[in-house]
């Protein structure tokens, strides 16, 4: 079974701190994602990656960067919280650009921002 | 733009079958996909379609597609409490179909 798995399942930062959320797979897989889940609005995606030291932005992308340095690795980075950042975070993780590869998720990680 | 759509509520009494509607736009997308939600969880898959199937079944679990009306349908049977969860459905999007576009979750509740 695929394993994605997130660094912290519950964080508490202050404002204008700079976050780290790491998250983890050990499938091998090419692709990595980080969505942010929020009540009303669904999943929505922040930043992709689809090869070791590459980064696409999502739909979101705009106060947060990414980091993959290693392939089973995925970092997001607040680089200056605020309080609208506070969210429940999902990491994902699939096999590969082929396509109907399904995304493989951790167990979220729920930040609060003060 | 893509989108998705569900309705955000169903309630079922144990016992019944569930059915979890959704709607999607991109005529080209090449599968389609049900994930489950339990509280303070991530998401996990529960099954997906090639959009050139219109039927796939997998125990409990029974998926519809019509892909002329781009409806996309997930049907429990003989529900369970263990199924009270969030539902989402997603389409594959992008040039490998390596990104999705999510619904906004049906919130399933099963009564006893």
């Known amino acids: 079974d695929v394993k994605v798995t997130q660094s912290s399942r519950y964080l508490v930062k202050r404002t204008g701190e700079k976050v780290f959320l790491e998250c983890v797979q050990d499938m091998d897989h090419e692709n990595m994602f980080w969505y942010r889940q929020d009540p009303g609005l669904g999943l929505r995606l922040i930043y992709f990656s689809y090869d070791v030291k590459m980064k696409e932005k999502g739909d979101i992308p705009e106060g947060y960067s990414v980091s993959r340095e290693k392939k089973e690795r995925f970092s997001l980075i607040l680089e200056s919280a605020s309080t609208n950042q506070t969210s429940m975070y999902l990491c994902?993780?699939?096999?590969?650009?082929?396509?109907?590869?399904?995304?493989?998720f951790g167990d979220g990680t729920r930040l609060s921002i003060l | 733009g893509e989108d998705v759509e569900q309705s955000l509520f169903l309630s079922v009494r144990e016992g019944d079958s569930s059915v979890i509607n959704c709607t999607y736009t991109d005529s080209s997308s090449t599968y389609l996909y049900w994930y489950k939600q339990e509280p303070g969880a991530g998401l996990q898959l529960l099954t997906y379609i090639f959009s050139n199937m219109d039927m796939k079944q997998d125990q409990r679990l029974t998926v519809l597609l019509n892909k002329k009306d781009k409806h996309l349908s997930l049907r429990i049977a003989d529900t369970q409490t263990g199924d009270s969860a969030i539902y989402f459905c997603?389409?594959?999007?992008?040039?490998?179909?390596?990104?999705?576009?999510f619904g906004p979750g049906t919130r399933l509740s099963v009564l006893p």
């Open positions: 997603a389409e594959s999007m992008g040039n490998y179909g390596q990104n999705f576009v």
């Open positions: 994902a993780s699939s096999l590969d650009r082929i396509a109907g590869q399904p995304q493989h």
